[in-house]
């Protein structure tokens, strides 16, 4: 499963993009992270002029059983509630996707009341997880699944048009999943790594870091085999995020992170392919405890830091006109020639 061939970025056209950049008018490298990103861009998309609208974000709810164990701050029938609050358009996402032209969708792939809600794209692969502190959380099949809804889905916003993917989730007890996971691809104490997710107190985040601890013993899961580890601790959310990353990376679309389940979601996404990374930029650094090991690892750095901590895809929603501002530099900037301003290194002149 996940044979993806993602192919590797065209850095010559991201250093063609850097040497354009060179000749707009304004001093070199005056864009600063803007004339980054335009020349990642264009190594991703493999094109000088990248188009980066619409994107397309795909917002994926999911239940975790392992929320029984009282590690969120909210009872796990919000996750169900919050997928009809997205349907009726009442959700942060729904407000930032209008506001940047995104093609919005909102996919059932694992909550556990049932959906029926014509607006929802029902992908149910089971009604939430098993609770992994006892047992796993699903079958390796299920993860499979799951990260073939994912994949299916971008294979779709894409075909609809989408230029850049957003990938959004909501699942109450997602953070303690997502924490679990990186904490197998570090050595970084659960006191680093396991945070507050949508807000529990000091109390409860003892007995979060204590749930996680047993389940990881229990399961001593390993992520070189990605499926089972998915299987284990993760979540079907988190499995069907990575699998629309893979769908886009291998179809040369741009990856705007979101916050701390995104990112783990991105890393494992790189368990089945490592070049995967390759095709992602980090939308903005959460609140999350966990999220600065996460980024790290992946090899990122956040381009907004709002002390934003909501998931959906909202963080990425927000930093998206960036990539608005990136491309709009390089299509619609005059150069130094076609302005005919003279240039400082041609007049000699130093900088002030
Ligand atoms: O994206 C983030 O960085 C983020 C950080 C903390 C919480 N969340 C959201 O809050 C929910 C998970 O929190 P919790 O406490 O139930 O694990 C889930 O629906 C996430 O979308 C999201
Ligand atoms: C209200 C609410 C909205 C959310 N959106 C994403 N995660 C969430 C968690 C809660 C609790």
Redesign the pocket.
């Known amino acids: 499963m996940m044979n993806v061939s993602i192919p590797p970025i065209r850095r010559e056209m991201a250093e063609q993009a850097r040497a354009y950049i060179d000749q707009l008018t304004k001093p070199p490298g005056s864009l600063g992270r803007l004339e980054d990103i335009a020349a990642e861009l264009a190594g991703m998309t493999g094109e000088l002029l990248p188009r980066v609208t619409p994107p397309g974000v795909l917002v994926f709810a999911a239940d975790h059983g392992v ?1 029984a164990e009282g ?4 009872p796990a029938e919000v996750t169900a509630q919050m997928v009809s609050n997205f349907a009726n358009g009442g959700a942060a996402i729904n407000a930032f996707s209008r506001h940047i032209g995104a093609l919005l969708q909102v996919i059932d792939v694992g909550v556990a009341a049932p959906i029926a809600d014509e607006r929802v794209i029902q992908k149910k692969v089971r009604p939430g997880t098993n609770n992994f502190a006892t047992m796993e959380a699903m079958t390796m099949s299920e993860a499979e699944q799951a990260l073939h809804v994912g994949y299916e889905q971008a294979v779709s916003v894409i075909g609809q048009g989408g230029r850049t993917l957003i990938v959004g ?8 999943a997502a924490s679990a996971l990186l904490a197998t691809l570090t050595d970084e104490p659960l006191e680093r790594i396991v945070g507050k ?2 807000g ?1 107190r000091e109390e409860r985040l003892a007995h979060k870091r204590d749930v996680i601890r047993r389940a990881l013993l229990l399961h001593q899961p390993d992520p070189a085999k990605p499926i089972e580890w998915l299987a284990k601790i993760g979540g079907l959310e988190i499995a069907a995020m990575a699998g629309a990353m893979l769908a886009a990376a291998e179809r040369r679309i741009p990856i705007l992170l ?5 990112t783990v979601a991105a890393l494992v996404a790189r368990q089945f392919a490592p070049n995967v990374a390759e095709y992602m930029i980090a939308g903005h650094r ?1 609140q ?1 405890l966990g ?1 600065d090991i996460a980024l790290r690892l992946l090899g990122k750095e956040p381009l907004l830091d709002l002390r934003m ?4 895809g909202s ?1 990425a929603a927000v930093a998206f006109p960036l990539f608005v501002a990136a491309t709009a530099m390089v299509n619609e900037m005059a150069t130094f020639a076609s302005a005919g301003i003279s240039t400082g290194e041609e007049k000699g002149e130093k900088q002030a």
């Not at 989730?169 to 303690?176: K, P, Q, V």
């Open positions: 929320a590690v969120s701050a909210y989730e909501m699942g109450i007890g997602n953070t303690t997710g949508s529990i979101d916050g701390f389940i995104c959460s999350e999220h901590r909501l998931g959906e963080g």
